[in-house]
């Protein structure tokens, strides 16, 4: 893993866990090998949203992988699952991911729904340490990276880690054409 990415200064994480949620921080804790598949980079928790973040910090936009939180329902069912995506794309909810979850319907949950359910802060949400039981899908253009940038459960770092290593956490699903890359 490099020591920098654009501007950012990326430390190793188990030696920094203060910069991650409780829920990472715990997920993290269980791997035997986190710092050498994941690097923290401590961020001005106002320019967390991508294109501040990207612009400030010097990382293209498509380095930076974004992670959303869908709540799927069929009939008086409801569940959640989480998507990742690349900064620069948009995810196909009411196509691939609804007919992938089998739901009626799915959306972007509430705001604070995705925070209670996570316990992590709204635009730092990571696949990281989610809920057990939540499918993960992931863009496979992201699972192909060798290095990308996402949330760390909180608004002021960020986590760098290989597609490889989204693809490899419970219940990920690997999808071709999960989110659009946006030309605009």
């Known amino acids: ?56 910090y010097q990382v293209d936009l498509a380095r930076t992988v974004n992670c959303i939180v869908i709540k ?28 992938h979850l089998g739901a009626r319907k799915a959306s972007f949950a509430p705001m604070d729904e995705a925070t209670t359910l996570t316990g992590m802060e709204y635009g730092g949400i990571t696949p990281v340490g989610l809920p057990t039981d939540w499918p993960i899908l992931i863009d496979k253009a992201v699972a192909d990276s060798a290095e990308v940038v996402i949330g760390s459960g909180l608004r002021k770092s960020k986590l760098i880690v290989s597609g490889k290593f989204l693809a490899h956490l419970p219940n990920a699903v690997v999808l071709d054409h999960l989110g659009a890359i946006e030309t605009n």
């Open 72 to 99: 799927a329902s069929r009939g008086d069912k409801n569940w959640y699952a989480a998507c990742i995506v690349f900064g620069n794309a948009r995810a196909d909810v009411n196509g691939l991911i609804r007919r």
């Open 1 to 56: 893993m490099n020591k920098n990415l654009g501007t950012l200064k990326i430390l190793p994480v188990m030696n920094n866990l203060a910069l991650v949620a409780l829920p990472t921080a715990s997920f993290l804790k269980s791997l035997s090998n986190a710092d050498s598949e994941v690097g923290v980079s401590e961020i001005d928790a106002a320019l967390s949203d991508t294109a501040a973040f990207c612009e400030h």
